[in-house]
């Protein structure tokens, strides 16, 4: 497979040549949210600056749309074009799915991305399928569709045609601000199926952002973005997820990301207390207790189970629910085709595994 962009180009397979790999090596993926047959075709980095320390491994996937097993997400199906996410968030729920790779769910998952340069055309096979019912698909929901590696991959523009010729709903969940690149295949497929979006956005607090979201746009940027989506009619929401206890959770903290939501149209604001399950939690740890050893205590106490005491969590979204109700909304236009009879539900508030 030749280059898509200049590179220049990492010995195949893990950690540099092995005896016996030939120029496609299988991996295999058996991960909680679903198994895949990934092929390794080339590893490559990029010396622009802002790609600068990241290695970018290109597979072919053998199928794209994964089903979610069990009942605890709000959606059964997704499509995730990247593994790993150089976001960087230091609270990221999907870092432990790296370690299926053989890598770690730290820098590694921070800096080697598996993209699956294929994803558009096995979507178009898969959506044609006679056995494929036309279910909605939720992306974003592992790692991030729009980080900053789609810029140069620009998978999601053939990923949103194969649905738009399908006529297939979809949603999309992101902290990318390279979603208004797609602006205009959003509202096609609005105008023939349900499709929704919905930010991240826990803080516009400048320091806490770039303490824990380090390579995300800003906060303020994706309000932005999301004020762009919802002139376009596309119904879009803020998942005001994680708070942080001690660090996002001041009452005027919350209420800035309430307000600027609300303004831009949001169609809903939903809050989720910070997750620390086994695998994030060894990697947030040592975050913790660098930036903020004064509150190591208390998230101990507080993170004796994964997602923290019941009691806090209902306390939190009781007073973020208050804000809101306090709190004037802009009227939005709706997605053409759903304008009369079709609203965005609020989505469970589960933490969702881009986090």
Known sequence: MAPMF???SVPLGRGGPKRGLGRIERLFYPGPMSKEQLFELARRTFDTPEFRGIECIEVEAKSVINKVPGNAMPFDWTINPYRGCVHACVYCFARPTHTYLDMDAGRDFETKVVVKVNAPQVLRRELA????????IAMGTNTDPYQRIEGRYGLMRG??????DHRNPFSILTKGTLIIRDLDLLVRASEHAEVSAAFSIGTLDEDVWRSTEPGTPSPRARIEALRTLVDAGIPTG??????LPGISDRPEQMRAVIEAALDAGASHVSPIMLHLRPGVREEFWPWLEQAHPDLVERYT????KPYGPKAERDALSAQVHRMIHRTPRRSRPLAPRFRRSQATPEPKAEQLSMW
């Open 6 to 8: 200049p590179s220049s």
């Open 159 to 164: 990923i949103i045609e194969a649905l738009i």
């Open 301 to 304: 106490e507080l993170y004796r």
């Open 129 to 136: 399928a006679k056995r494929w019912k036309g279910d909605h």
């Open 238 to 243: 803020v998942l005001m997820a994680p708070i």
